[in-house]
């Protein structure tokens, strides 16, 4: 395929039917989120932060390994077309992702580490060496 535009991406993806993304590390994989908004199932490897950007059903999950993308990716293939509506797939990244769901989750965060009680110093720089 090459190198495509940034203004065509979105055109191209929803041409597709598959995502296939074979990230050895990655933390945070912008371009699974913007596959399954076109409506493509995705298959990626799980590394890094990947697990969390997807919900089940929308992706499967391969070790980086050559064998395992490959059974990843004929799961995909032999999965039946009706339980992939594009229209869907983008609803629900675009629910997962708006901007009140995504500061929800963060203040969670912030909420979840302020209950917590402080390490001693002596800890906090044990394990930083």
Sequence with gaps: LGQVRHGDVRRVLCQGHIYLNCSLTEAFCIAILEAASCGLLVVTTKVGGV??????GMVK???PDPLDLVEALQWAITRDVKDVVPADFHARVTAMYSWHHVAR?????????????????AHRLATCA
């Design 51 to 56: 697990p969390e950007v997807l919900p089940d």
């Design 61 to 63: 999950y391969a070790r």
């Design 105 to 121: 989750r963060t203040c969670k965060v912030y909420d979840d580490v302020a209950c917590l009680s402080p390490l001693p110093l």
